[in-house]
């Protein structure tokens, strides 16, 4: 199962290429509930968040939505941004290949997916830094 984002000719999009996201195993039930209390008779090819009137949600709403969610909900730092960093960390920490990581952030090159990447082999350095073997006393 993959969410398709497709790009947008009415919005400037980074990359301005389709995605396919396959969500984490946790957010499947999120999802599959969402289309059943929401979206019942929902089909392939139509939009999950559509837009009333017709069209879909854009960028910006979605970026609006979460800073609500992160307001109510008292997270710092949340953004539609941070969500693409979490959802790539998981992926590595996953054992995904950078390149599939690469594809599936939408990334034409692989400097940027290695930005993200960098960071989170970063991460785990801090974290392991001041952990000492046990047969070092």
């Known amino acids: 199962v993959s969410?398709?984002?497709?790009?947008?000719s009415d919005v400037e999009v980074k990359g301005k290429e389709d995605r396919y996201v396959v969500p984490l195993d946790a957010a499947r039930p999120v999802i599959a509930r969402f289309v059943l209390k929401v979206r019942p008779g929902l089909r392939e090819n139509e939009w999950l968040f559509p837009k009333l009137g017709g069209g879909h949600v854009s960028a910006r709403t979605i970026s609006e939505r979460v800073a609500i969610i992160a307001e109510k909900h008292k997270i710092r730092g949340l953004t539609a941004h941070t969500l693409r960093r979490v959802y790539a960390t998981t992926l590595k920490r996953n054992g995904v290949p950078d390149s599939t990581i690469q594809h599936m952030l939408?990334?034409?090159?692989?400097?940027?997916?290695?930005?993200?990447?960098?960071?989170?082999?970063s991460d785990s350095q801090k974290q392991i830094s001041g952990i000492k073997p046990g047969w070092a006393g």
């Open 3 to 8: 969410l398709h984002v497709r790009k947008q």
């Open 106 to 121: 939408g990334h034409r090159s692989f400097n940027t997916t290695k930005d993200y990447i960098d960071e989170i082999v």
